[in-house]
């Protein structure tokens, strides 16, 4: 599935959603949660288990908010998006999206600020376990009583956010030096391979959505 | 030619009002190579950044005065921690090497040619096809220099280059410093390594407080204003220390031929 070209990776990742909404609930949303949630298993089961994971307090809150029906047919669909998104996150390597996108005569500085939203979280993720494992070092807890637990949340939380903040600045001018700039036309170095049955497939799916939509205005 | 000019430059950060750098004048031609040193806060990396076209183009804030620069290839720079220096977008150290000749639009078999260059000049050719993301401190602060070297920049900046790397890395760093001049690149660097500073070069910088205090050649180092203001060699400090008179010896070597003399 990584070999696909990340335009269809993408393409792939927001039909799903798009059907989801488009398709009669709750048959619509199922079909389109079960082909989402399957795609993330052929990442690994810990995606799928990050997706099960971020969707279920959206069914908590539905599930307070609404009756049954509506419920399983709004968390079908979010459950569907949820799984897109991080079954996308965990199989294209922003790189590559970058090169594709370069290829497809995109500006690097665009490029890079898609790849980037992709990278964030794996970036995010590390920098918060170092900031843990450094409070823990001195003493932090995170065990106990739930005023505890918050004040230990705050702990790590805050230095996040600020050597997130800290960090795009030098980022910057690194990106900057490195002649990162809006208009840049860069070279792709190794442009992934777009083949013709991709790109026929891409625009199955975007008729399959057109289709979709007028079905449903009908 | 390689030129790079500030005339009674005065720079102030966003929000602030004292000048982080002030009423400065500085030339810098190809093949020479500058240092600037000072106290954290005397405004070295801000006068890097400001040659750069970095201050106030991209950090914002005011700048006063005039500052340009001729040169037949990129101005670019170097900064102390590697980490966020990373481009990202790169699988390999190869690709993050290739980063910026990428971004300057240049031929594939010209990126492919200075990337290799610029790998065997840092010594990173059993590093190439790792990925950048697991590299050490001061493997990765190689892997940026590469990629800055890869640019072929008519002007490179240096904010202690130095502060990841080991002492054999540093020495290869220095020693690259002079090759780098000595092919026309022109070198500004700030750095607290002021016991390399001699052999590598030819003019030092004093900053305080935002402000030129003095200028001059690496002998500099070894004056009574410098060492007493803990800016000058280990040697003159020691010798200084030791009650021995002025003028302090610069290096080691020095210090043996007025030992012999005396």
Redesign the interface.
């Known amino acids: 599935m990584t070999r696909l070209h990340p335009f269809t990776l993408l393409a792939i990742a927001g039909a799903l959603p798009a059907l989801a909404w488009l398709l009669p609930a709750p048959v619509g949303g199922l079909a389109t949660a079960v082909v989402a949630l399957g795609l993330t298993l052929t990442g690994g089961a810990r995606l799928t288990r990050t997706a099960v994971l971020t969707a279920a307090p959206f069914w908590l809150f539905l599930l307070l908010l609404h009756d049954l029906p509506t419920s399983i047919a709004i968390g079908l669909r979010v459950t569907t998006m949820v799984a897109s998104f991080v079954w996308v996150v965990g199989a294209l390597?922003?790189?590559r999206l970058?090169e594709a996108m370069v290829a497809a005569g995109w500006s690097?500085s665009v490029a890079?600020v898609f790849?980037?939203t992709l990278?964030a979280a794996p970036?995010l993720r590390a920098r918060a376990r170092r900031i843990a494992d450094a409070q823990r070092c001195r003493g932090l807890s995170a065990r106990g009583g739930l005023a505890h637990r918050l004040r230990a949340l705050w702990a790590l939380a805050l230095p996040l956010i600020l050597s997130s903040l800290h960090?795009v600045?030098?980022?910057?001018?690194?990106?900057?030096?490195?002649?990162?700039?809006p208009g840049?036309?860069?070279?792709?170095?190794s442009p992934p391979p777009d083949r013709g049955a991709e790109r026929l497939a891409r625009w199955g799916l975007v008729a399959a959505c057109a289709a979709a939509l007028g079905w449903r205005l009908r | 030619m390689t030129r790079l000019t500030l005339e009674r430059v005065t720079f102030r950060y966003p929000a602030t009002e004292a000048p982080a750098l002030e009423d400065v004048s500085l030339e810098v031609r190809g093949g020479e190579v500058v240092a600037l040193v000072g106290s954290v806060g005397a405004g070295a990396s801000t006068l890097l950044?400001v040659a750069?076209d970095?201050a106030p183009r991209?950090?914002g804030g005011r700048l006063e005065g005039r500052v340009s620069f001729d040169g037949e290839g990129?101005r670019?720079?170097v900064?102390p921690?590697p980490w966020?220096?990373?481009?990202?977008?790169?699988?390999t150290v190869w690709?993050e090497v290739?980063?910026?000749?990428?971004?300057?639009?240049?031929?594939?078999d010209e990126?492919s040619r200075q990337v290799d260059q610029a790998v065997a000049r840092l010594d990173l050719e059993a590093l190439t096809s790792r990925d950048p993301t697991t590299l050490s401190g001061g493997e990765l602060q190689r892997v940026?220099v590469a990629?800055?070297l890869a640019?072929r920049p008519a002007l490179l900046l240096l904010d202690e280059p130095t502060a990841e790397l080991d002492p054999v890395g540093a020495r290869t760093l220095w020693k690259l410093v002079r090759t780098l001049a000595g092919e026309g690149t022109a070198i500004v660097m700030a750095t607290s390594e002021l016991d390399a500073l001699p052999a590598i070069t030819d003019r030092v910088v004093w900053l305080e407080r935002g402000r030129v205090a003095a200028t001059g050649p690496a002998a500099l180092l070894a004056s009574d204003a410098l060492v007493v203001a803990n800016m000058g060699t280990t040697v003159a400090a020691v010798w200084r220390a030791a009650g021995l008179p002025p003028p302090y010896p610069l290096t080691v070597a020095h210090a043996a031929q007025r030992w012999e003399r005396r």
């Open positions: 390597p922003p790189p970058v690097a890079y790849a980037a990278a970036v960090e600045d030098e980022r910057a001018l690194a990106l900057e030096t490195r002649r990162l700039v840049a036309r860069r070279t792709p170095l | 950044l750069g970095l991209v950090v990129p670019a720079i900064l921690a966020t220096q990373l481009s990202g977008m790169a699988f690709d290739a980063f910026g000749p990428a971004n300057l639009g240049l031929p594939r990126i940026i990629g800055i640019m």
